[in-house]
């Protein structure tokens, strides 16, 4: 590759970031402590959701959501073969806690102009097995979610929305992550925001609350709100090391909380220079007539303010995506999958037997026709504007 003009990613780490972690490893106090506990307050008020728990990754977080729903100590548990939804445009680790739960997932087909659930297939995918429709809001982008929400209702279903791709975005004025009893977030260092690795989990009710805290943490009891109580009833075990569930080690560090912080309360910024970024590339290609009946930018959804970290692109069938993709990497573009294309064509699906050849055909296009390119945060210059849709030209 030539030099790289128009990475995927650019360095997300600013001196202020760099500095509020230097201040956490100055206190020599570097886990989890009150960095973190701050950060997810303030991203809990911001969102609009009632509880918040930052972890080590946006994996984790599915994890949890998932371990939460088949933890015994929830009264409405999920049990083991009943059905969740997801859309087969997902990531690995949106899909592996279902599978990881003992749960059957159940793929639904997306659509090709928003990348995300296709609420029709939706509705014929729902049957009485279906307790759970885990959805992904796809780089910044979304279902239409009062459709979604009515089917949720209808069937009496638990919705767990993978937000990983998706900090910012809303839906109507109201933040993805805020409609579901879940939420999970990632500040992996690709996406809206970063920690270094990070995620958040955002949940609704306290029971829930309470047992992903203690399934963060080894199971413990600490910090639960009844730690005492479970004290007085083990008066056998030392207070301080009592296990009440079962458990992981998920936690975050402070350091990582102080980037993510410092991050977040950027956010709005971010979303703005991506969103100024995102319409000088549009605008450019307008103007192109060869480029602009060839390759399709996903636009927002109805109702949809998006918060984008990247560019979806869908080509038209003419295009090679191999020989488009080949060329605009050779002259400094780079470019990755939609998430990981249509997760059904993954080696892992066809090990663990997932696939009954079920054909989604929306899926099959946005993988064989679909890629996308980063969005920085800093003002991109006019030249590399023009040069990015130039390149783009040169390679149809
Ligand atoms: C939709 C989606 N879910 C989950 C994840 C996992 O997040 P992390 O990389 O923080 O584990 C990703 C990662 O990119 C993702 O795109």
Redesign the pocket.
Known sequence: MKNIFHPLVENPYRKKDIDAAVKVLKTNKITIGPITNKFENIFRKKLKTNFSLMVN????A?LLALQCLINPYRKQRLKRGDEVLIPSL??S??LWPIIQSGLIPKFVDVDVNTLNINIEDLKKKVSKKTKAILI?H?LGNCTDMNELMKIKKRNKLILIE?T??SLGTKFKNKYLGSFGEFS?F???S??QISSG???MLCCQNNEDYEIIKSLRSHGWSRGLKNETKIAKNNRQLDKRFIFYNSGFNLRPTDVSASIGLSQFRDLNKFMKIRTANRQMIINEIKKNFIVNNNLFITKENNFVKASWFGIPIILSKKISRENFIKGIEKNGVQTRPI?SGNFLKQPSIKKYKLNKNLKLKNSDYINDHGLFIGLPTKLMTKINVKKLVKVFEKNI
């Open positions: 990754s946006g994996s984790s599915n997902c990531w680790t949106s992904v796809v993978d990983c791709e999970t990632s500040f992996y690709s996406h690795e990070g995620g998430i």
